[in-house]
């Protein structure tokens, strides 16, 4: 070190060889967390999906999580539905109609989410269609059994070319807050909708979520959150996600070699901080 030099300079070069001395000495494991990094953005998701009852706040989170993360949204097709109108007026006679219509549509957005190189959120799922409303619709015998039959016989042809997202938000919502919650939509149609039918739907959805295997699950009770107005609710539901998709980088860590981590002499937790500062 070059002492007649000035302090300030003293300290840039004192500095810089401790930097270089560290890079030679571990360079392979700065080799190593550059390679997890981009593993990492490269397993970063590709479907994240909303599930919920009517009037759970399905939509509207989308909304509001595709601002918040810059993914691209996909709503269910509910304004332009040739018989959602005519289905609240006369179950039996429509559903079949409607269920077949919703079927169609989310087949048509699964090739859309795979076919895109970003991330998209959808608002409810395929299997929705199939398990719950489906399902309670030929129970509740607005659906034949010979309808229903037909229908399961369409789903099972679609389901075998369909992944499952990478995210499935179940959003639990109890009636009272659903009833609160469609109302203040006001959706002249939806004022035909009676209790027992949002009941049967919420039975269903527990007991498909209760089975769920396909992918990560993160269940969300909104009964007593308000994500629109209180943004501390939104927090708390964005906190949630964070640790459901910061476990990627868990599972890229898991399958790291301990010699590696050894060297760099940092944990994954430290590994893990040093990441979200490179990207």
């Not at 395929?126 to 409303?133: K, L, N, P, T």
């Not at 149609?189 to 993160?218: A, S």
Request: hydrophobic share 40%; charged share 25%; net charge positive.
């Amino acid at each position: 070190i070059n002492y007649n030099k000035d302090r300030k300079s003293r300290w840039k070069e004192i500095a810089s060889k401790i930097f270089f001395k560290w890079i030679n000495e571990n360079w392979y494991g700065v080799f190593i967390l550059v390679l997890h990094k981009h593993l990492v953005v490269s397993a970063a998701p590709k479907h994240i999906a909303i599930a919920g009852n009517i009037g759970s706040g399905k939509t509207t989170l989308a909304e509001k999580l595709a601002r918040h993360y810059g993914w691209n949204p996909l709503y269910e097709s509910v304004d332009h539905n040739p018989y959602l109108k005519d289905f609240y007026s006369d179950m039996t006679r429509w559903a079949f109609h409607l269920q077949i219509y919703f079927l169609n549509s989310r087949f048509n957005q699964v090739h859309q989410i795979r076919s895109s190189a970003q991330t998209i959120i959808q608002d409810r799922t395929i299997y929705e269609d199939a398990h719950i409303f489906a399902a309670n619709l030929h129970k509740s015998g607005h659906i034949s059994d010979r309808d229903y039959q037909s229908y399961l016989d369409i789903f099972n042809s679609m389901i075998n070319f369909v992944q499952p997202p990478d995210l499935l938000i179940s959003l639990k919502a109890d009636i009272p807050k659903l009833v609160q919650q469609i109302q203040k939509r006001n959706r002249e149609y939806e004022y035909n909708i009676k209790l027992e039918y949002l009941k049967t739907l919420n039975e269903h959805y527990e007991k498909w979520i209760r089975q769920y295997k396909l992918g990560k699950l993160l269940i969300i009770n909104v009964n007593n959150m308000d994500f629109v107005e209180h943004i501390e609710d939104f927090s708390t539901i964005v906190g949630r996600i964070d640790l459901e998709l910061n476990s990627l980088f868990s599972n890229t860590w898991k399958h790291s070699p301990f010699w590696t981590r050894k060297r760099l002499n940092m944990s994954p937790l430290q590994i893990q901080y040093y990441l979200r500062l490179q990207m």
